[in-house]
């Protein structure tokens, strides 16, 4: 009784987390189980999975549970987990006929995309470097591995020999600066670095700013920061589309969970030198992000620089602080989650293994061949360019505000700037399938019921978010509040 008693508490903060790990060590072993031509519902252990670790964070929702005194289920965290585990969710319905176009082993897919699921929520709820830094490194390997999925292809082999590469200069770079903490801390748990930076007076040590320098670099390369970005181009284009949308979004969670751990928590006593660090990288990153997109021709390069440049949105977030600053980052993330997988699920769903659909000049006139996706893709263009009354206009509206609210009215006027940027090629793309002339192409392939489900209830979600957005919000807030 007394074992139960001790082992039983110590495990309820990573419960989501092995619920997700066991579903993805139950996909490798119905892969091993498959006959060659046997066709198994591989993805239906993974939505069970992670349908289980969502009623396992609800459960824990206001408990502050502990395990291990590294991993702390808070409430911040367990939002970020629901949106990590909403991705997993829309991507695991998009992903059959994915598998089937692009003759990937389902059982090796399905595991690598849990995995990197259960990295990520990891990530989101520790509490110490070291836990960071490996749950960083199990979804980054397992990221890795999908974007080189298809084999057959040399891009998709580049794109992923690029991605490993810079990633681990990155992960060398987070392990550094873990290295430079724990010498001069003594400790990489997050409290305890901000305990010691208060009680030590060590804000003017330069091998402190070393230190942080060192993370925010390898931290600034997780969410595609300029000048860290340089990989996501390339990886985008090079994995499969379906991938690409789940890339996109729950990295970018993760990685402000734990941005947000290590700068608004640990890193609060050297909010003034920190500050300037992330005003640069929000401006450089909103800027690059929206200019360089408009040159692009290919959709997933394009749409990988709009990634870059909400990451730079998210950072103005980051910079301006406060509860409404907060409050924003969490909201922006469940908005741009569903629009961005979204509208990487239609391009899929589009895509043929004869036409990929990745250039723009492939939707003209897509309106009179599927006016069904082309209303839902513009849906989510809209979204990602603002447009009330769409959720994607409210998600910048707060965190433009919060940027004005606290004193940061430069950030808001760029982001607001390179938003009106951004705006021309998101029309641009809604411009060739409604106003220009049908193109001659092969059959669409026939749609799934429940991908187009997914998509709809996507769409409406949009909506609801753009018109009442106010209890997400509220929930947002109260959830960074137990953050400290």
């Known amino acids: 009784m007394s074992s139960v008693s001790i082992i039983g508490p110590a495990l309820n903060g990573i419960i989501p987390v092995l619920c997700v790990t066991l579903a993805g060590l139950a996909c490798m072993l119905a892969e091993a189980f498959r006959q060659r031509d046997e066709r198994m519902p591989i993805g239906g252990l993974g939505v069970i999975g992670l349908c289980g670790a969502a009623v396992a964070v609800m459960l824990l929702w206001g408990r502050r549970a502990e395990s291990f005194g590294v991993v702390r289920a808070d409430d911040f965290g367990l939002f970020v987990q629901l949106v990590i585990i909403g991705v997993g969710l829309l991507t695991i319905v998009f992903?059959?006929?994915?598998?089937?176009?692009?003759?990937?082993?389902?059982?090796?897919?399905?595991?690598?995309?849990?995995?990197?699921?259960?990295?990520?929520?990891?990530?989101?709820?520790?509490?110490?470097?070291l836990v960071?830094?490996?749950?960083?490194?199990?979804?980054?390997?397992?990221?890795?591995?999908?974007?080189?999925?298809?084999?057959?292809?040399?891009?998709?082999?580049?794109?992923?020999?690029?991605?490993?590469?810079?990633?681990?200069?990155?992960?060398?770079?987070?392990?550094?600066?873990?290295?430079?903490?724990?010498?001069?801390?003594?400790?990489?748990?997050?409290?305890?670095?901000?305990?010691?930076?208060?009680?030590?007076?060590?804000?003017?040590?330069?091998?402190?700013?070393?230190?942080?320098?060192l993370l925010l670099v390898g931290l600034a390369f997780k969410v595609a920061a300029v000048p860290f970005h340089m990989w996501t181009p390339d990886a985008y284009e090079a994995a499969?589309?379906?991938?690409?949308?789940?890339?996109?979004?729950?990295?970018?969670?993760?990685?402000?969970?734990?941005?947000?751990?290590?700068?608004?928590?640990?890193?609060?006593?050297?909010?003034?030198?920190?500050?300037?660090?992330?005003?640069?990288?929000?401006?450089?990153?909103?800027?690059?992000?929206?200019?360089?997109?408009?040159?692009?021709?290919?959709?997933?390069?394009?749409?990988?620089y709009s990634s870059i440049a909400h990451g730079g949105y998210l950072l103005v977030a980051l910079a301006a602080g406060?509860?409404?600053?907060?409050?924003?980052?969490?909201?922006?993330?469940?908005?741009?989650?569903i629009t961005n997988v979204g509208a990487f699920a239609v391009l899929a769903l589009l895509s043929t293994r004869e036409a990929p659909m990745e250039h723009l000049?492939?939707?003209?006139?897509?309106?009179?061949?599927?006016?069904?996706?082309?209303?839902?893709?513009?849906?989510?263009?809209?979204?990602l360019g603002g447009f009330p009354p769409t959720a994607g206009f409210v998600a910048k509206w707060y965190v433009f505000s919060a940027a004005v609210g606290a004193g940061q009215s430069g950030l808001a006027i760029i982001g607001v700037l390179?938003?009106?940027?951004?705006?021309?090629?998101?029309?641009?793309?809604?411009?060739?399938?409604?106003?220009?002339?049908?193109?001659?192409?092969?059959?669409?392939?026939?749609?799934?019921?429940?991908?187009?489900?997914?998509?709809?209830?996507?769409?409406?979600?949009?909506?609801?978010?753009?018109?009442?957005?106010?209890?997400?919000?509220?929930?947002?807030a109260r959830s960074v509040a137990g953050m400290f």
Request: with cysteine; hydrophobic share 55%; aromatic share 12%.
């Open 240 to 304: 499969p589309t379906v991938v690409t949308g789940f890339m996109s979004t729950a990295v970018k969670a993760a990685g402000f969970a734990v941005f947000a751990r290590v700068v608004l928590l640990a890193l609060e006593p050297l909010r003034a030198e920190w500050e300037p660090v992330i005003w640069v990288l929000a401006v450089c990153t909103m800027i690059l992000g929206s200019v360089v997109g408009v040159a692009q021709t290919n959709l997933k390069r394009m749409l990988a």
């Open 322 to 337: 406060g509860e409404m600053g907060r409050a924003s980052i969490l909201f922006y993330l469940v908005v741009y989650a």
């Open 132 to 213: 960071i830094f490996l749950a960083l490194e199990v979804f980054s390997l397992a990221l890795y591995v999908l974007t080189g999925l298809r084999r057959h292809e040399c891009a998709s082999t580049e794109g992923a020999f690029k991605y490993f590469v810079l990633g681990g200069f990155a992960s060398a770079f987070f392990l550094y600066g873990i290295a430079f903490t724990y010498g001069l801390v003594g400790s990489t748990h997050l409290d305890k670095v901000t305990s010691a930076v208060q009680a030590q007076a060590l804000t003017g040590n330069p091998l402190l700013l070393v230190a942080m320098g």
């Open 418 to 476: 390179t938003s009106v940027v951004s705006v021309f090629f998101y029309l641009r793309i809604v411009v060739m399938m409604y106003m220009s002339e049908k193109q001659e192409a092969a059959a669409l392939p026939q749609l799934p019921g429940t991908a187009l489900a997914a998509l709809s209830l996507s769409a409406v979600a949009l909506f609801y978010l753009g018109v009442f957005p106010t209890r997400l919000l509220d929930l947002a």
């Open 95 to 129: 992903s059959p006929k994915a598998i089937e176009r692009d003759r990937l082993p389902a059982g090796e897919y399905y595991a690598l995309l849990l995995f990197a699921v259960a990295g990520m929520m990891l990530m989101a709820v520790a509490t110490d470097l």
């Open 361 to 383: 000049d492939d939707y003209k006139g897509l309106w009179h061949s599927s006016p069904a996706l082309a209303g839902l893709l513009t849906i989510f263009l809209l979204s």
